[in-house]
DNA sequence: CCTTTAGGGAACGTGCCGTACCTTGTAGGA
DNA sequence: TCCTACAAGGTACGGCACGTTCCCTAAAGG
């Protein structure tokens, strides 16, 4: 045979990223160890030996397909800055994550092991933003606050989750700058 | 034996009845059709023959359930009314609603038929009661628009659905209202 | 070289969806 | 009152997926 058996780590890497390429493919719901196994051609007790189950393992294969880290805009101007970031996130949001983070969400066991990165909405990139604002006086210093920082992408991804929209429209982006996040931060 | 055979409407009612127990006690991943079908007292075919498929009948049950109407508060205080609407809001959402939501909400076939209700997060409500404190002078006319009306309801949806809790803390209530929600609307 | 460990292969039990086929009760008209 | 069309009941099936089990085989390491 060509392939040499694998074994450990390597074997670990070739699973996951089986299970990486399958979640991007078909989502969480399509995610299957038997089809995992087969296209990192091996078998199913070797998954079931790291994995205790489906949802460990696409717990997994999340984490490390959104292991990535992004760079906070810095255009000297707030709103600017701000709707960078929120086109980052849509962009992030956009098919086929949008997919595979609402299967995620949708079991409970999954939704407490996926860590908070997902549920602080990243609010130390909003609080560097918004700290540069306010050191040019464009934000009032009482919105330097997780929750007030974050509303912008809260009122994304609440659009995200409601609507079944793969992304939504740059109107919306806006509407959500202009109408709600400006206005509540913004200097009086 | 002591039931007659049921048809029609009333075969239709008990075995809606009991896809909505099915639902409340096993959400949307647990109801399966063999039990529904056991459940009611009758045999997969009767269901099949009135709802295409599982998802048609998880619809129906969910909108079964959630068809109810709730009165706006009106008590004279912006404050007052806000968080009186976000604590039904997060009474709705508890356990055992929050589970089926999320799992209604992680097949995009089903969000795409859940209607609008649960999307616009009753935003004439919130319109309704905004429109009083405009009248007495509390809200900045400019308010009266669904994105941001609706703004304290998406981030209470967005906890929700971030984090697995079953119900946000009140604490959390009444910070969305202080620190965003009260800043956002009310008269400069 | 030989033992221990881990991978490979395949089958199994279970649960669920959706379908098919046949039997039995019931409504409603002749 | 009787008969027929239709709806409900019962049961089995094919397909798929999860998670388990059993046995065989290759690799690692003393």
């Not at 078909?26 to 070797?46: F, Q």
């Given at each position: ?63 490390r397909l959104t292991a990535t880290t992004v760079e906070v805009p810095d255009t000297g101007d707030l709103r600017t800055d701000v ?58 210093p009482e919105a330097l606050h997780p929750r007030v920082a974050t ?38």
């Open positions: 045979m060509v392939g040499a058996r694998r074994r450990g780590a390597a074997l670990e890497e070739a699973i996951l990223q089986a299970a990486v390429d399958e979640l991007t493919e078909s989502g969480y719901p399509g995610l299957t160890m038997d089809r995992v196994a087969k296209r990192a051609g091996t078998n199913k007790n070797a998954v079931y030996r790291r994995w205790p189950n489906r949802a460990a393992l696409g717990i997994a294969a999340y984490h709707l960078e970031l929120l086109r980052m996130a849509n962009r992030t949001w956009s098919s086929p994550y949008g997919e595979i983070l609402r299967g995620l969400l949708a079991d409970p066991d999954l939704l407490a092991q996926l860590g908070e990165r997902a549920a602080d909405g990243g609010s130390a990139m909003w609080l560097t933003v918004l700290g540069r604002a306010v050191a040019r006086g464009e934000v009032r509303v912008a992408v809260a009122l994304l991804r609440n659009e995200f989750v409601t609507r079944g929209v793969p992304n939504a429209p740059d109107e919306v982006l806006v509407e959500i700058v202009d109408e709600v996040y400006l206005p509540l931060v913004r200097s009086r």
